[in-house]
């Protein structure tokens, strides 16, 4: 069992809805990313997911690009997150790391070399949001290589995608909660609830609910109907004026209490 | 090499032209890309819907354009016979409304009322915002800051049509971050939304759409240069950016293994400078807006910043198309510096009295070197792909001439 799926089982046997914190690697501090990786799990993430950035980020919105900037004004690149995600394994064996972004980083460093370099360190999964189903063949190696391709599914997905997203879906589903790009707009949960039911009941892989999220009260209308919640451009947006490494744990501690709270409330 | 037997045979059903192309989006646009998809099939063979896209090229656009010998010009240069392409002689000035009456046209059937578009020289944006005002649909351009600030007057033109400019601040602030706008625009709108997509990128079934569309350039091309000069010419060529007039010009001529075929890319400063956008020259195989083609990134799979001279060849992109022809070894593609440019388009401009676009300019250079390596029987067609007159204030920029 990987430890995405322990983790899944875990949360369903104790009746809980996962949190999980999308922060972008190396904002708002390279040095302090460690350390902020920590905090999340403290501050109550299950899993966490890791924005590589890329210089051309198409599907986010302002919030997530902007972060993505500011990484990549320091330097940041794919090796450094790799490096960071090691570091963070030393002292944490459980917490699952995925990795979300786009194709070309890993294209340019290799997809076997990475694979191979990605396991090593200790991440379990990438999302890569420009790689859909149909041309996941270029992901190959990675999934050889045992890592969890997540999938996503959306309000636009047809029929027939569905039930094969559903049924290629390793690691978790991601359910993007709206047409459109990460960080916009409020959500209707009652639109959703019903479409989201349906996929649990098909899909191989628990359903994890994001865009969208942005408080304890989404999270938990959301938590309602989710094996877990996804909660990015809220975070991304609180941790950005953070003024030092230990700002940015606090202001995630402090964003994520409630919504934890909240979760586990239900 | 890869041998291919029929060039005219792609791209396959998955988009994909060999390895390149494909659909490489979010999740979100899926849906939509095949609903396009499943709608330009059916428009594409629809015999109403070519007699309206026929009729709009001729009435309104202005088609067939010439093919022109520029006998001065050949004189000049001293060697073979150089025949110009006259896009620059179209409706709006270049050949991007080829694509744009053809999309516009499909967006109407498709019920859309709202059309969006990505532009860089601010040509495709002026072709869109025309399309739209013609069919009385709303249309949003989006053209990076940096862009509106070298291109006012196609901004302005694009006001005067009634299209609505949006400024894009983000990353490199050019081409690439106004299709990455225009895309979120897209996920976020799709319903009552058409992207008019400018050049030959993006995911399927953009490259093989706009290839279409443009693909009239060549098929005009071929039958004039027969007509006027009996036989097919030696070499064609283009100059590439994403590569929409480029492949408009090639794909006729494809299977006629005699032809060669030479794409102009720019080499700004020169590749070894590192400014330059000559994504095939100098770039490698990767993944950007929504294909699989050659892009310039650096070691971190980063996209990088390019330069030219000419705002319109200025992506770190090209066509997927193109990295196929390259490695079919169909078709090579070649570096023009910026000043190589420059002289061409004073050499034409005086020896022909045409003012060429600084994009099209490079196809000249190209041309020119092309004839002076071959005998004075041969022939050398070269796409003249839009007029100069938006470039004459960087041209006279550049000179440190005031105007």
């Not at chain 2, 060549?218 to 027969?226: F, W, Y």
């Not at chain 2, 990767?286 to 650096?298: A, F, K, M, Q, W």
């Amino acid at each position: 069992m990987s430890r995405i799926e322990r983790r899944f089982a875990a949360l369903k046997s104790a009746g809980r809805t996962g949190l999980v914190p999308f922060v972008t690697a190396g904002d708002p501090s390279p040095d302090g990313m460690v350390a902020l990786l920590h905090g999340l799990v403290a501050a109550g993430a299950d899993l966490i997911e890791l924005g590589v950035p890329f210089s051309d980020p198409m599907a986010d919105g302002p919030v997530i690009q902007h972060a993505s900037e500011r990484a990549l004004a320091k330097g940041v690149g794919l090796a450094n997150v790799l490096a960071w995600v090691a570091a963070f394994r030393e002292t944490d064996a459980e917490t699952p790391i995925v990795l979300m972004g786009y194709l070309n980083p890993i294209e340019m460093y290799g997809y076997a070399a990475f694979a191979e370099d990605a396991v090593e360190a200790g991440v379990d999964g990438v999302l890569m949001v420009d790689c859909p189903l149909e041309e996941s063949h270029v992901l190959e190696p990675l999934r050889q290589a045992g890592l969890a391709q997540i999938l996503l599914a959306s309000p636009t997905t047809a029929e027939g995608r569905l039930a094969r997203l559903c049924e290629a879906a390793s690691g978790f589903l991601y359910y993007v909660s709206f047409a459109g790009i990460t960080g916009a707009a409020q959500l209707s949960t009652g639109d959703i609830a019903e479409r989201v039911a349906g996929i649990r009941a098909r899909s191989k892989a628990p359903v994890a609910v994001g865009f969208g999220v942005r408080d304890a009260a989404s999270a938990r209308a959301i938590g309602e109907f989710a094996d877990a919640v996804v909660i990015g451009s809220a975070l991304v947006d609180r941790l950005s004026g953070a003024a030092s490494a230990e700002d940015a744990v606090g202001r995630a501690r402090d964003f994520l209490a409630p919504i934890r709270a909240a979760l586990d409330a239900r | 090499m890869t041998e291919i037997a029929d060039f005219h045979a792609w791209p396959d059903a998955q988009g994909r032209f060999g390895e390149y192309g494909g659909i490489y989006v979010a999740e979100t646009l899926m849906e939509p890309l095949a609903e396009l998809t499943a709608a330009y099939e059916k428009l594409r063979n629809d015999p109403a819907f070519i007699a309206e896209l026929d009729r709009d090229l001729k009435y309104y656009v202005g088609r067939p354009s010439p093919v022109y010998h520029a006998e001065r010009l050949s004189r000049h240069v001293g060697g073979a016979r150089i025949v110009l392409k006259r896009e620059d002689l179209n409706h709006t000035g270049a050949h991007k409304i080829n694509n744009t009456v053809g999309q516009a046209l499909v967006a109407r059937h498709m019920g859309k009322t709202r059309i969006i578009a990505e532009t860089g020289a601010g040509q495709h944006g002026v072709a869109s915002a025309t399309v739209a005002a013609r069919l009385g649909l709303k249309c949003v351009v989006y053209m990076g800051a940096v862009d509106i600030e070298r291109q006012k007057i196609n901004v302005y033109r694009m006001r005067l049509l009634g299209a609505e400019v949006v400024p894009v601040t983000s990353g490199s602030k050019t081409l690439k971050d106004a299709l990455n706008e225009a895309m979120r625009d897209w996920v976020t709108n799709v319903t009552d939304t058409f992207y008019i997509i400018g050049t030959v990128a993006g995911p399927h079934p953009y490259p093989q759409m706009v290839r279409d569309f443009n693909a009239i350039v060549g098929r005009e091309a071929r039958e004039q240069v027969l007509e006027q000069f009996g036989r097919l010419p030696d070499v064609i060529t283009a100059c590439v950016g994403g590569g929409s007039n480029a492949i408009g010009l090639f794909h006729a001529f494809l299977n006629d293994r005699d032809v060669r075929i030479v794409g102009a890319e720019a080499a700004g400063e020169g590749i070894a400078t590192g400014h330059h956008a000559a994504s095939l020259a100098a770039g490698k195989p990767g993944v950007l807006h929504g294909n699989r083609t050659y892009v310039l990134s650096d070691a971190n799979g980063q996209i990088v910043e390019t330069h030219s001279v000419s705002a319109g060849l200025d992506y770190p992109g090209v066509g997927p198309e193109h990295a196929f022809l390259k490695d079919a070894g169909r078709a090579e593609y070649v570096g023009i510096t910026d000043d190589e440019a420059l002289e061409a388009f004073h050499l034409l401009a005086r020896t022909e009295g045409i003012l060429a676009a600084l994009e099209s300019s490079h196809a000249i250079a190209q041309a020119i070197k092309l004839a002076r390596e071959l005998p004075k029987d041969a022939l050398v067609l070269a796409n003249l792909s839009g007029r100069g007159d938006k470039d004459v204030h960087t041209i006279a920029a550049r000179e440190g001439i005031e105007l």
